[in-house]
């Protein structure tokens, strides 16, 4: 069972706009710690999408956006396309674990 | 581009040792800005993080791995690498090695390599 709690699945159409939540506690997310997203398409390794909470990467569209707050983060991906059909994982850090590094469980993302 | 690839036996058998290396491109191991990190993913499940090395030596693990890990960095190939010992089953996995950015990306896995799946079979 993971420390940050992610919805198993998330679908929508082409264009539309979904968000993936991630859910964590006092020990993690509402510490200090930064939330980072990742995007993993099939066959692939991760990729980076989000860092420091809501920043992108250079060469990541805009489409992709996420914010922190409290003891939660979410991702929110606006003009659904095919392409971004694959798996979403947030990670931080947990201060009751020594600061160790700590993944949600992810999100499968299906555009219909 | 940083190109980060993964290397090692893609079956291991119960009770012995995992040995992957992971050889990194373009990118010194050296580098003051970069740890380097080892993440899994059991066929089916999510991400689990293994460990962390930077490479003056300095290591962080995962609690519940941490008997079992041991990470080094090799300077003169400019490769970093993992050995996990006592694997059963519950090791198989897709294996990841990455890049950790300390100033850029907020500490974030901003490389990674395409991962390469060890199997603990008899």
């Not at chain 1, 420091?52 to 060469?59: E, Y």
Request: proline share 5%; glycine share 12%.
């Amino acid at each position: 069972q993971s420390v940050l709690t992610q919805p198993p699945s998330v679908s929508g159409a082409p264009g539309q706009r979904v968000t993936i939540s991630c859910t964590g506690g006092d020990s993690n997310i509402g510490t200090a710690y930064d939330v980072h997203w990742y995007q993993h398409l099939q066959g692939l390794g991760p990729k980076l999408l989000i860092y420091g909470n809501n920043i992108r990467p250079s060469g990541v569209p805009d489409r992709f956006s996420a914010s922190k707050s409290g003891t939660s983060a979410s991702l929110a991906i606006s003009g659904l396309q095919p392409e971004d059909e694959g798996d979403y994982y947030c990670q931080s850090y947990d201060k009751s674990l020594g600061g160790a590094v700590v993944f949600g469980g992810g999100t499968k993302l299906t555009v219909l | 581009q940083l190109h980060l690839q993964e290397s090692g036996p893609g079956l291991v058998k119960p009770s012995e040792t995992l040995s992957l290396t992971c050889t990194v491109s373009v990118d010194s191991v050296t580098s003051s800005s970069y740890y380097w990190g080892w993440i899994r993913q059991p066929p089916g499940k999510g991400l689990e993080w293994i460990g962390t090395v930077y490479h003056s030596g300095t290591t962080y693990k995962n609690p519940s791995l941490a008997s079992r890990i041991t990470m080094s960095v090799d300077t003169s190939t400019n490769q970093f690498s993992l050995k996990l010992t006592s694997v059963t089953a519950a090791d198989t996995a897709f294996y990841f090695c990455a890049r950790v950015n300390r100033w850029s990306a907020s500490g974030s896995f901003d490389s990674w390599g395409q991962g390469t799946l060890v199997t603990v079979s008899s």
